[in-house]
């Protein structure tokens, strides 16, 4: 088994008002050249959970950050205007939460963030801030969340 450090949250840049089914995601990655989804798990808004690239494979979901990182994806992130947005349902955030604490179990080491979070630190503060973020995926503070996750 590869090392993984990294749990990275990503959404798939859906509509709310539309759908993105796990066969329609892979037929987009592998429009764009990806062998497969690029992400490791796929939540659907019903909060169903797909395995969709194993574990021990590398993903295709955050470049320069690949090797020894697992990425999650949820179906959404833009509101039904097109723009970006928290719209994941209850059944996503409970099954994200899961996810995300149980795969902190098996890889205890592991930093998870968003997408975002891996964009480059341009004015080198120390602190990656929303200006210097490349994608706004996940469309909400995976930090942020986690705080308050673990409060309750």
Same mark, same amino acid.
């Given at each position: 088994?590869?090392?993984?450090?990294?749990?990275?949250?990503?959404?798939?840049?859906?509509?709310?008002?539309?759908?993105?089914?796990?066969?329609?995601?892979?037929?987009?990655?592998?429009?764009?050249?990806?062998?497969?989804?690029?992400?490791?798990?796929?939540?659907?808004?019903?909060?169903?959970?797909?395995?969709?690239?194993?574990?021990?494979?590398?993903?295709?979901?955050?470049?320069?950050?690949?090797?020894?990182?697992?990425?999650?994806?949820?179906?959404?992130?833009?509101?039904?205007?097109?723009?970006?947005?928290?719209?994941?349902?209850?059944?996503?955030?409970?099954?994200?939460?899961?996810?995300?604490?149980?795969?902190?179990?098996?890889? @205890?080491?592991?930093?998870?963030?968003?997408?975002?979070?891996?964009?480059?630190?341009?004015?080198?503060?120390?602190?990656?801030?929303?200006?210097?973020?490349?994608?706004?995926? @996940?469309?909400?503070?995976?930090?942020?969340?986690?705080?308050?996750?673990?409060?309750?």
């Amino acid at each position: 088994m590869r090392k993984i450090n990294l749990l990275v949250i990503h959404c798939s840049a859906t509509r709310a008002d539309r759908t993105l089914t796990v066969f329609d995601l892979e037929t987009d990655h592998r429009r764009r050249g990806f062998n497969g989804i690029g992400y490791h798990y796929y939540i659907r808004k019903d909060g169903t959970v797909h395995l969709t690239r194993p574990l021990e494979s590398i993903g295709a979901h955050a470049k320069g950050f690949n090797a020894n990182s697992i990425g999650i994806c949820y179906e959404g992130g833009l509101d039904c205007e097109g723009h970006p947005a928290d719209t994941r349902t209850e059944e996503q955030q409970t099954a994200l939460r899961l996810l995300v604490h149980q795969l902190s179990q098996r890889f @205890p080491d592991c930093r998870v963030c968003g997408h975002r979070d891996l964009s480059p630190d341009l004015n080198n503060n120390g602190e990656i801030e929303p200006e210097e973020w490349i994608k706004l995926c @996940p469309c909400f503070d995976v930090t942020q969340w986690l705080a308050q996750t673990s409060a309750t």
